[in-house]
């Protein structure tokens, strides 16, 4: 009887099991995306709705597929050749043309079209000189250059640089290899380079694509009208400017199954390490000494050079107007931008912590760890356009971006944190996870005391990453921000609108100034771990 | 016979001063502790590090001014000989011509190599298909294709088990007889090599500190370092 009833309260317990962290997790994010889609799907009201948008759709689509086609074919191609330059070529500034790379990667997309308006706009710095030596320029920057440029002044450098982590993998034996066996450029080409760039590809190309494919800030501010919107612009402005939220709720369900497809294949560079500085390369190239290839890559660094200089110089020369800007605006702007930034990366965090925490549950890690990579495929401006759909029933659709917007931040960047704080988890888990089970370490305290030491790093990288993304995010902002709701980007919009240039130049400095710092820290984290 | 005479290397961390002699057609095991300066002895040889003084010679040619591809010698590395994209015939082809455009008495070549190592069968294997054994045995029929006289292997079977690792040492035995090649071999445990090679090279803190016959290097009482080596550091001392 006695051991009966001491049973008795145990198993009661048992009926009764704590939810996985990454359950809790995995059912909140779902809530969200059954609401806010079934918001979309409410609002886009009966199937003529889509019939209607037919032309419209296919125009916006065709546009969307087009730039994002072009600039994936640009940026691949100016980034593997500036890869292959840099790999191959040792001089003197070499580390500052790679921080300049970095530099131009972490831009916030805002920032890009500041820059780009500065240097090739109408009273830019080179229209202005090209007047001033006699000329009378004829170049608009709106339209497809300017989205071009953008996009491959912001993917090349990402491009260049995710090649040159993985040519740098290449291992030395195949260089010393290539000596002995004599190889010329060609050959060196043909069996280390090539193999290389190729298993590359696919998985950037379609990043790139993917990124192109929503691009927001950038085809908004310099698309130039006339039609030219990507699905992210569509649904913007049918929300903010047409208010026709069943036009919305239907571009943003096309976005999610298009997107959809493409981050199934993005689930594959999920699985890899997170991308670090680059390491330096053990053995010099055999064919450094070519001359044909010292003329190419002179000839790519001179490009690159001509790409990404004049917009960060265009940057920088927003330094004398910062004393300008120290006004009421700039610090509630800064403010905001600051505490969103931290509470989305603080979310971001917990959120990747508990499902790398179920993740490897047995059994469990293929559905923990399927969530982020879903996340990715659920454009954040879809989603939030059903949420805002669904809040302004309910609530100042202001006050509703105080809660949404450092909410959908965290969900855009809770792929990348989940990216650095799996792997530490998985590695603890595999080297001490019996040891902690035999001493009956759980839920908490293994956190602090088995897990805690490993993720330190990871997460402190993964914190830092996801605060640059959410402290340069143009896209979610734009949906709600207003004279309550301002954050830095925002502002820098505001001026841009108001064709207030030297301002826009302070902010776009300030911006990019704290979003390096932001993408420098982690890029410092994750290479101290490796 | 491969002669190295006072040959110098300097590093911000490291100096290395080697002679060491090995005969013609010889099997000569370079031992040593790790980080002693084994892989650096074979790296010079090969060329991919320029020594600051003193010769180099095999066979009576100066190899000093010669590109690794010039020298008369192969070399397989632990890990890492074969191209991920290229079938095990590919990777062998390469030691004929690195076009990889070879005639068909040049294909008979590769066949042949591959014969040799008995991984014939699994010519249009990729290395990725393959076992760490038949990875070895591949780059060791390129090196026949290559025809060079000086063989290199830089602890080639390290990661390999104890019965694989000796089978891959009679290989290399075999057709070092039959072709009258020198092989220099960097390896960690000496009864791996007992019976095979003619001679062995003890090397530590850069300098080759004994060579001759096994039995006459691998004497504790000789060096401390060889003592501590052999794990009879105590008594030694």
Known sequence: MARLSSAAPERAGRRLPRPAPGAVVAAGIAALLAGGFAALFSAAGEGSALKELGPYLARVLGFSLAQAAVSTVLSLALGAALAL???????????????????????????????????????????????????????????????????????????????????????????????????DARQTARHIDWPVLRAEFAPLASLVFLLCFTS???????????????????????????????????????????????????HRILERPPAALTARLAVPRPDAGHPWLRAFDV?????????????????LAGLPHLPRLLDADLAVALATSLVLAVVSALAACLMAVALAESA?????????????????????FALTAGLF????????????????LPLMNALAALPFAYRFVAPAMTTTAERYGRLASLLGLRGWTR?????????????AAAFTLAMALSFGDFGIVALFGGSELRTLPYLLYERLGAYRLDEAGGIALLLVALSLALAYASARLTHARR | MLAVDDCRLAYPDFEARYTLHVPQGALCAVVGPSGGGKTTLLHMIAGFERPQGGTLRFAGQDLAGLRPSERPLAMIFQDHNLFPHLTARQN???GVRPTLRLQEAEWSRVAEALRAV???????????????????????????????????????FGALDPGLRQDMIGWVDRLRRERGMTVLLTIHTPDDVAGVADRVAFVADGQVLAEGPAAAVLEPGRDRRIAAFLGRGAGAA
């Not at chain 1, 549950?361 to 990715?376: D, M, Q």
């Not at chain 1, 759909?389 to 949404?404: E, H, W």
């Not at chain 2, 991984?119 to 780059?139: F, H, I, N, Y």
């Open chain 1, 85 to 183: 330059a840099l790999a191959r070529r040792r001089f003197p500034g070499r580390s500052l043309v790679l921080s300049a790379l970095g530099a131009a990667a972490a831009m916030p997309a805002i920032v890009v079209v500041f820059a780009l308006v500065a240097v090739y706009g109408r009273g830019g710095f080179l229209q202005e000189a090209l007047r001033a030596l006699g000329f009378e320029p004829d170049f608009r920057i709106f339209g497809w250059p300017g989205i071009l440029l953008a996009h491959t002044l912001l993917n090349a450098p990402f491009v260049a640089r995710a090649y040159l982590d993985a040519l740098a993998e290449v291992p030395a034996e195949h260089w010393r290899l290539a000596e002995t066996l004599g190889l």
């Open chain 1, 216 to 266: 927001f800030a950038i085809v908004l501010n310099l698309g130039g009208g006339g039609g030219r919107a990507t699905l992210e612009v569509a649904i913007y402005e049918a929300l903010k400017t047409d208010l026709d939220f069943a036009r919305a709720a239907w571009l943003g369900l096309v976005q999610v199954a298009l997107c959809t497809t493409v981050a199934l294949t993005l």
């Open chain 1, 299 to 315: 000839g790519v660094l001179a490009l690159a050079g001509l790409l990404v200089l004049p917009p960060l110089a265009a940057v």
């Open chain 1, 360 to 380: 490897r549950r047995p059994g469990a890690s293929a559905i923990y760890g399927l969530i982020p990579a879903t996340v990715l495929a659920v454009p954040p």
């Open chain 1, 389 to 404: 759909l669904l809040v302004r029933r309910f609530a100042d659709p202001a006050l509703a971006g105080l809660v949404l």
């Open chain 1, 447 to 459: 956190l602090v005391l088995v897990d805690g030491p490993a993720l330190r790093r990871p997460l």
């Open chain 2, 92 to 94: 062998v082809a390469l």
């Open chain 2, 118 to 156: 008995d991984m014939a069968a699994l010519s249009e294997r990729l290395p990725g298909d393959m076992s760490g054994g038949q990875r070895q045995r591949v780059a060791l029929a390129r090196a026949l294709v290559t025809a060079k006289p000086l063989l290199l292997l830089d602890e080639p």
